[in-house]
């Protein structure tokens, strides 16, 4: 039986059949993601041609390890294709992402793409969101403020739970790549994820959220029975 490790390999080995020659490509974050990184990077070291866009300081450092030719959004604001990780995956193909702290760049980056691919092992695919913690990326001024306001707008939105801090090590709060923080809200189920996007977009002191909606275009999910390719409804 393959083992999690195993079934990433392949969802990341299948995404990198998508890539071409000459494509500007975004680089996602997290443990799957690196396993397509290192997969491109040996693809590189052969002749393909790529240029690159990563969603994190971790993704580029170890994409520059390996060679691999980087830009930056505005140098290059058109990508042709961002493969990328999820904690969570619907059958409609919205997800759960920043549970490694990058979903605001990893976002931006997958709406300045043509197409967005996630790689995923089987695991990751739920009937309804939530049980994963939600992640929300938020300022600091203020923290107290956001937070109880993010928990009264989820409320009305059909969430409740608690919303902590995300910690790193120690006591110190966890800090993104662009010096804001996260909390994690840890709903459940959420029901209409549409509803709880937007309700958590009028928070003020909301940078942005880990709800990935309408973005996807394929997820590639390996399983014990193999690789499948899953697309959203009505593509």
Do not use: W, Y
Request: aromatic share 2%; with cysteine; proline share 4%.
């Amino acid at each position: 039986m393959l083992k999690v490790d195993d079934l990433k390999d392949l969802a990341a080995q299948s995404a990198l059949d998508l890539v071409e020659d000459g494509m500007k490509l975004g680089l996602g974050t997290g443990s799957t993601a690196a396993r397509f990184v290192d997969a491109l990077g040996r693809r590189v070291a052969s002749g393909l041609k790529v240029l690159c866009v990563p969603t994190s300081e971790a993704t580029r450092t170890q994409a520059e390890r390996l060679a691999i030719p980087l830009t930056t959004l505005d140098e290059t604001p058109e990508l042709d294709l961002t493969v990328d990780g999820a904690d969570e995956i619907d059958e409609q193909l919205r997800m759960i992402k920043g549970g490694g702290g990058a979903l605001l760049r990893e976002k931006i980056v997958a709406t300045a793409s043509a197409r967005m691919v996630v790689i995923a092992d089987d695991s990751k695919l739920v009937a309804t969101l939530g049980n994963f913690p939600l992640p929300v990326e938020v300022v600091r001024f203020g923290l107290l403020a956001t937070v109880r306001l993010i928990k009264a707008l989820a409320a009305q939105a059909g969430c409740e739970g608690e919303v902590n801090l995300r910690a790193a090590q120690g006591d110190a709060p966890f800090i993104t790549d662009q010096g804001n923080l996260i909390v994690d809200c840890i709903f459940g189920s959420i029901r209409e994820p549409e509803v709880l996007a937007f309700a958590l977009k009028r928070v003020p002191g909301v940078v942005e959220h880990g709800l990935f909606l309408g973005l996807a275009d394929l997820a590639i999910v390996a399983g014990s029975g193999g690789v499948k390719a899953l697309r959203p409804p009505g593509a």
